[in-house]
């Protein structure tokens, strides 16, 4: 079966660093995503990687190992407007996305 | 703003009642997917169209069913609902074959009673 896995809750400090990491186990890979989801919202785009490695935009970055089926994604300099859930989501290879049951991030002051 | 327009966003049916959910794509876009998110979970995959074909299904009754026209719109209809229907319907929306993210609407809360 297809699975994704990532922490339920997270809490931080405003002005800190948090990583939020994602596991997976698909019928094949065509790139990984990260999406926002404040509560009551659609998802909003964050991140994409379909190659190993490091990919950085502005205060969030995503790092994607293939091998190890690993992913994190890295807020800095945390906000309280970050307070929101984030969801892992896998593109597995009927081009379909696959997600995770999302991180809520609690940011305090 | 992304583009992709939902409606209604809000809707209350009775247990039994059929449900019909409209999504309008991005610009440009030729494949539709849809969601169901139920409080707390993330979306799980009902179904994808592309150019107004059925393109993969998830794990859902066919009492799930949709439509995709040729201006690459689509409907999700629900026969027979449930309580258990009840939860937050997204459309995406993305453009086959492009390594792009997919688009959401703001999404669509059903309520069954």
Redesign the interface.
Known sequence: GQN?DQPTEMTATEGAIVQINCTYQTSGF??L?WYQQHA??????LS?N?LDGLEEKGRFSSFLSRSKGYSYLLLKELQMKDSASY?C?VRDS?????????TKLIIKP | E?GVTQSPTHLIKTRGQQVTLRCSSQSGHNTV?W?QQAL??????IF?YYREEEN?R?NFPPRFSGLQFPNYSSELNVNALELDDSA?Y?C?SSL?GV?????????T?LTVV
């Open positions: 994704i065509n790139g995503f009551g919202e659609a998802p909003t785009f994409y379909v969801l989501a009927n081009y379909q996305l696959i997600w995770g049951a999302g | 992304t997917s969601y707390g979970q993330g979306p799980q995959f994808q993969g998830g937050l997204l995406a086959a390594d792009t993210e997919a688009f959401f609407g703001q999404g809360r």
